[in-house]
């Protein structure tokens, strides 16, 4: 257990020993989270990850159980990758992100009064199949261990249940996740996927 935040719920940190696995537990949440420390840390497969988070949730589940406490109704689901480009992968400046994204374009058309963007927030929602939401948003930041400016691509997708069994929350998540790989591809340039990123999907 790492801290404790939040007042009138509490929100419980349990961090691996290597730092990359996190459990988030509040009254209403748990969140398995997977993050990356170092650059030679991989980015683990989705298998993985959901593996890891079935077995973590088994594992809260029975201790509920073995306490005599009440098992949690799962009322919603989400699946979040969250993207992080920095300046030296394909951009430079906010005037350059059509080089990084499909569907943006600054045109600097000769005599226009205002000059290029200094900075950037975008969000945009997109129909799941079936059920749900998947949220595409893309907003500046910096990187912390070297101010290296960068662009966090965050996709997240969300869905609201109901009378739902196990079997098929699992299967919405497989759903999310393809959406978001696919997704992820449909809204980037193929060109940074070949020269920068060489289309490493997780």
């Known amino acids: 257990m790492d801290g404790t935040t939040g007042l009138p719920l509490p929100r419980q940190w349990f961090i691996s020993a290597d730092k990359q696995g996190l459990i988030q537990l509040q009254g209403n949440c748990f969140y398995f989270n997977w993050r990356r420390f170092g650059d030679n840390d991989v980015y683990p497969r989705f298998s993985s990850v959901i593996a890891t988070f079935k077995k973590q949730l088994e594992m809260f589940q029975t201790f509920l159980n073995e306490n005599e406490l009440t098992a949690p109704a ?10 992080h480009i920095p300046q030296a992968d394909g951009w430079e400046s906010v005037a350059d992100l059509s080089k990084v994204f499909r569907d943006f374009c600054w045109n600097e058309r000769k005599g226009r009064f205002l000059p290029p963007p200094s900075n950037l927030a975008w969000k945009t929602q997109f129909p799941l199949p079936g059920e749900g939401i998947l949220t595409a948003s893309i907003a500046q930041a910096m ?7 960068t662009l966090k691509f965050e996709l997240s997708a969300r869905v609201k249940l109901k009378d739902k069994s196990s079997d098929q929350v699992w299967e919405w998540f497989e759903t999310a996740h393809r959406w978001i790989v696919l997704g992820f591809a449909d809204l980037t340039q193929g060109e ?3 020269d920068v990123w060489r289309k490493v999907n997780g």
């Not at 799962?74 to 993207?83: A, F, Q, W």
């Open 192 to 194: 940074i996927q070949d």
């Open 143 to 149: 990187r912390v261990r070297d101010q290296m400016p």
């Open 74 to 83: 799962i009322t919603g689901c989400e699946l979040t990758y969250v993207n």
